[in-house]
């Protein structure tokens, strides 16, 4: 069997953030100016558990062979093992490194070409999103078309590294296949457990979390969308600001992704100090029905403004806002 890699390798032991965009007008992710907010969904319902092994449709657990491409392809992913100490390097302390394999089998009687795949892995009733270990030997390789001879298969492993109290939590994998010729994937959902026994009780999401209100504080829900607070690292120039950014899909549909662009305004001026759009790599991974998925955004903190006011605003894809408040630091 040959090894699939992903299309687009990711640097080595990527942090999941997003990139800093300059927040000067003109900008193609500034807000509406007016309009009623859309980043809220329909009414607020609990959420199926994430217990497993009850899953909603749309989402099966990991072994199962999903069909791409109308059944000229499936598409089957088996459950994280963890690596041993030092097969990956670079992982943290307190951390671990884990490996999943993907099969794509040619169901035809002719030789194809393998549809390409891309994975994301989401854990905890949150969705925090995982870090992809790329081995620093193979990341300026490029990904050349497969080709897949009659009833044949080919394999890939997806490596990823965790912290360690997510033992035993369930992870939510997004699968993106795309086939060749084609520029939108398919997409397949897979839900399983990490080896071990979870070490405390997982974050819940939310139930039923408020709505409505003008002003969010930072780190709670508004609806289905909560931005979480701000720490800083760093010193002088060079401080960095973090947030998470999580959105619910109460669905029983995917959500293209979480959609979100956050504007973070500074002072008691509102200084817009960074534009920011949190994905996962290159890319919005789609958000699989009933779950959550949470993103780490980063931006350069202004020194002067670090213990000061912070106000985030989340804008979805239609220009919409809600608004968080809280402090820089």
């Not at 809220?40 to 497993?52: D, H, M, Y």
């Not at 549809?115 to 994301?120: C, N």
């Not at 071990?196 to 979390?209: L, M, R, V």
């Not at 979100?260 to 817009?272: A, F, K, N, P, S």
């Amino acid at each position: 069997m040959s090894t699939m890699r992903l299309r687009h390798a990711l640097p080595t032991m990527l942090l999941v953030g997003a990139a800093l965009v300059s927040g000067c007008a003109g900008s193609d992710s500034e807000p509406k100016a007016d309009g009623k907010p859309t980043n809220s969904r329909p009414a607020a319902r609990p959420l199926p558990s994430t217990g497993l092994p009850h899953l909603p449709d749309g989402i099966v657990k990991p072994g199962t062979a999903l069909p791409v491409g109308n059944g000229a392809w499936t598409v089957t992913l088996q459950d994280f093992e963890p690596l041993p100490a030092g097969a990956v390097p670079g992982v943290p302390a307190g951390s671990n490194a884990y490996t999943a394999r993907v099969t794509v089998a040619n169901q035809r009687p002719q030789v194809a070409t393998a549809p390409r795949t891309a994975v994301t892995a989401r854990y905890g009733a949150l969705g925090r999103t995982a870090a992809e270990a790329t081995e620093s030997s193979t990341t300026s390789a490029k990904d050349e078309p497969q080709q897949v001879p009659p009833h044949g298969s080919v394999d890939r492993d997806v490596k990823v590294v965790l912290p360690d109290q997510t033992r035993g939590l369930p992870v939510t994998l997004t699968v993106e296949a795309t086939q060749e010729g084609l520029a939108a994937p398919e997409l397949l959902f897979f839900e399983g457990a990490l080896p071990g026994a979870a070490a405390s009780p997982d974050t819940q999401a939310p139930q039923g979390a408020p709505a409505g209100q003008s002003v969010t504080p930072l780190g709670q829900w508004n609806e289905n969308v909560r931005v979480g607070k701000v720490t800083v690292s760093g010193k002088g120039a060079s401080r960095t600001g973090s947030l998470e950014l999580s959105v619910v899909n109460r669905s029983g549909d995917p959500m293209p992704g979480l959609g979100t662009t956050l504007r973070i305004l500074t002072g008691q001026d509102l200084h817009l100090a960074a534009t920011v759009r949190p994905v996962y790599g290159y890319r919005d991974a789609a958000i699989a029905p009933y779950r959550t998925a949470t993103q780490t955004a980063s931006f350069r903190a202004p020194e002067a403004a670090v213990g000061g006011p912070v106000t985030v605003e989340a804008v979805d894809a239609g220009g919409s806002r809600i608004t968080f408040e809280g402090t820089l630091g």
